[in-house]
């Protein structure tokens, strides 16, 4: 079967597969000689200085033990370790510049240069290249800059593969697909179409690798280049805003590592539940970058700034109260009326202002005996919090801290995504963003019912799937920063350094499209220039 003419990519495929994975193990192998050609190295000129009785000649041996060091191997030669899938795409040009020519790319999850200094495989985040993966079809006509140099050309080749385990097992080429089945290779059995579909006919639950899936849109929002400020990515359950955040998030610590140090970063989720499902699946996009639930995040963050370790009980009849976005602007109040040095004691004392129990109690009901507790509390120095406190004891420590930056705290984080963003309280969304450096970078993911909501200054009027108090509560926030310009149905387009974008995403089975803002027409203005 093998054989026949239409099979022939296949073996070729497989032989460039082998013929890498030799590469991989060779480069490997070299890499390990060279580090421990080097820590030899370092060991002799450690004992040398340790036997030697001349300070001079200690002094030498210290130079060149801080010399060898700074070229140490270890810090460049990283390890490949994609090894079972080293790439899912292949894409191949024909540029106009004759020194250019035919070439081919394979794209991976990691990039790999071999021992010999040939780029076998292309980071997926390295845009540049990728682009062509992403961005066109087979035939299709390119105009890319490069390095700074126009390329012009044509797709020669786009073909998406899946490699498990080292082994080649399906090949999408064009309009043929291949596919090994049954200990053979068939042609255009499309039993299934897609990765997706497979995963769920295979009851595979993990998160769908959306790299090879997503769309020239999907890409460009995830490769986009770093700004300051936020974006809010609505849509429905299923339609990708959580993977589509993750690769974002992923792309900027790949490009810009200094910035986006995974240390600086952080991923908070709705519930454990998903915490735990994508800390499992997402280890590999993005390291050691902390994934948590806010409850969670925020009890560090208060220990970090008051170094007390809150355990909170659960269970609270002042629930919806406490989340009430009135509790902001009276927290700033009451910042500037009263002192109180030790933070619970603090907080029972925000609790007990009149204003504050006005906007607890409007009915009146339960009021005196709430303030009776408070009192108690109070006296014997109660560490009851509940988790419906969290967010206002932590926003209450970052209005009494002066300075910054404190570490997961305060001007801390480079970037945060936000999941499920419309289920947080305005309080909660405030201490997500003074938890960010000067830059306000962050992102959030919101997934509600539609509504025809005004705005507040009447010159915007949109429709997104996302709830009313979330919207109010994120664009109260904006409003107050001056960030807020008049944009077009279905659309919230802010242009200020605090937030330069607001995307959309709908209706996506999965991964089929972003839904850019740009996509739909203004409804005020037909020249409207596309946010970019």
Known sequence: MSEQPQFDMV?????????LLTSIEETARQNRAKIACHDAGMAELKKERLESVSWREKNSL???????????????????????????????????????GDREYRIGKQGFVSHDNRALVVDWRKAPISRFFYDYELGDDYCETIQGKEREGVITRRDTVEIAKRLLRRMECGDDLYELAGGGWVKNAKQFYSTTDTKLANQDHRMVDIVSLISPDQFHMITAEATDGCTLIT????????????HRLSCLQFNDPERFNPDRCLVLMFNKVLRNYVRQTSSDLLGSTRVDTFSAWALSAITALTGKVIKPVVGDALTAQKKSSQLSGLLARYVTEVQEVEPLQDLWRFYGQPYVLDALFADGKGREEFLADLRLRYSVRSQAVSFADLSVLLRLCQLREKEGPIREA???????????????????LEAILAATDKRNSILAGACRRVDVIPLPNQSLFCTLPVTRNFLKGWLRILLEQKSVRATSLFTVAV??????????????????????????????????????
């Open 410 to 428: 305060l001007d801390w984080y480079a970037h945060i995504i936000v999941d499920e963003g419309q289920d947080l309280s305005l309080l909660e």
């Open 235 to 246: 849509g429905g359950a299923g339609s990708g805003k959580t993977v589509v955040s993750l």
């Open 62 to 100: 210290t130079e060149k033990l801080i010399e060898n060091d700074a070229f140490d191997p270890a810090r460049y030669l990283t390890s490949f370790q994609m090894t079972d899938s080293p790439y899912f795409g292949i894409v191949g040009i024909k540029d106009s510049d004759r020194r250019l």
């Open 495 to 532: 242009v200020s350094p605090f937030c330069r974008l607001v995307g959309l995403m709908r209706d996506l089975s999965p991964f089929n499209g972003f839904r850019h803002h740009s996509d739909r027409p203004s409804s005020s203005s037909g020249n409207q220039r596309p946010l970019r």
């Open 11 to 19: 073996l070729q495929e497989q032989q460039r597969l082998s013929e």
